[in-house]
C-alpha cells in the first residue's frame, strides 16, 4: 500500500502572506507605470493653462480671421510647409517650425526652414508614429498666428 502524506495546512499566516505578495505585485507594477507615465509625459502644453485660456477664444477668432491654412506633407526624409489663405501660397514676416512626439519633448526638432515657390521645407528624419507639427507665423502688422498639425508616419511616409 501507498502511504498518504497528509496535505499541508493552510493557516492564516500563509493566506497573509499570499495576499501581501500578491497586493505587493500589484503595488510595485502600478508604481513602475506611474512613476514611467509622468517622467515622459509631464501633460503641459501651455506653462500657464489658465493664464491661456483667458485669451483663447480671442486669439482662435482673430486666427480664424486670417483665413491662413498651413499644410504639412513628409515623404523620404523631407517634410514640406506651405500655408495658404484665399486659396493662394502666401510667405509670412516670420515663420518657425518645431517637429515633436505628442507624448514627450525628447525628440522636439526645430529645423531650419529653406524657401521654396510653395512654401519651405526641410530635411528630417521621423520614426514611425504619431507627430505633431507646430507651426509660429507672424503677419505683416505682427499678428500672430499658431496652429499645431498632426501627421502619421508610416514606413518613411507622412
Same mark, same amino acid.
Given at each position: 500500500?501507498?502511504?498518504?502524506k497528509p496535505a499541508k495546512e493552510l493557516t492564516g499566516r500563509k493566506v497573509l502572506m499570499i495576499?501581501?505578495?500578491?497586493?505587493?505585485?500589484?503595488?510595485?507594477?502600478? %508604481?513602475? @507605470?506611474?512613476?514611467? /507615465?509622468?517622467?515622459? =509625459?509631464?501633460?503641459? *502644453?501651455?506653462?500657464?493653462?489658465? +493664464?491661456?485660456?483667458q485669451t483663447f477664444d480671442d486669439r482662435a477668432i482673430a486666427q480664424r480671421e486670417l483665413g491662413?491654412?498651413?499644410?504639412?506633407?513628409?515623404?523620404?526624409?523631407? %517634410?514640406? @510647409?506651405?500655408?495658404? /489663405?484665399?486659396?493662394? =501660397?502666401?510667405?509670412? *514676416?516670420?515663420?518657425?517650425?518645431? +517637429?515633436?512626439?505628442?507624448?514627450?519633448?525628447?525628440?522636439?526638432?526645430?529645423?531650419?526652414?529653406?524657401?521654396?515657390?510653395?512654401?519651405?521645407?526641410?530635411?528630417?528624419?521621423?520614426?514611425?508614429?504619431?507627430?505633431?507639427?507646430?507651426?509660429?507665423?507672424?503677419?505683416?502688422?505682427?499678428?500672430?498666428?499658431?496652429?499645431?498639425?498632426?501627421?502619421?508616419?508610416?514606413?518613411g511616409h507622412g
Amino acid at each position: 500500500m501507498t502511504e498518504v502524506k497528509p496535505a499541508k495546512e493552510l493557516t492564516g499566516r500563509k493566506v497573509l502572506m499570499i495576499l501581501l505578495a500578491a497586493f505587493g505585485v500589484v503595488i510595485a507594477v502600478n %508604481m513602475t @507605470l506611474l512613476y514611467k /507615465a509622468v517622467k515622459t =509625459f509631464p501633460g503641459l *502644453e501651455v506653462k500657464n493653462s489658465y +493664464v491661456a485660456s483667458q485669451t483663447f477664444d480671442d486669439r482662435a477668432i482673430a486666427q480664424r480671421e486670417l483665413g491662413w491654412a498651413p499644410e504639412v506633407k513628409y515623404a523620404g526624409g523631407q %517634410m514640406n @510647409l506651405s500655408i495658404f /489663405a484665399n486659396g493662394e =501660397f502666401i510667405f509670412p *514676416e516670420e515663420v518657425s517650425v518645431r +517637429v515633436g512626439r505628442p507624448t514627450h519633448g525628447r525628440e522636439d526638432v526645430i529645423p531650419v526652414l529653406l524657401r521654396d515657390t510653395i512654401g519651405y521645407w526641410f530635411k528630417i528624419a521621423l520614426d514611425e508614429g504619431k507627430w505633431f507639427v507646430y507651426v509660429s507665423a507672424q503677419t505683416p502688422s505682427g499678428e500672430p498666428f499658431e496652429q499645431r498639425l498632426e501627421i502619421f508616419v508610416t514606413n518613411g511616409h507622412g
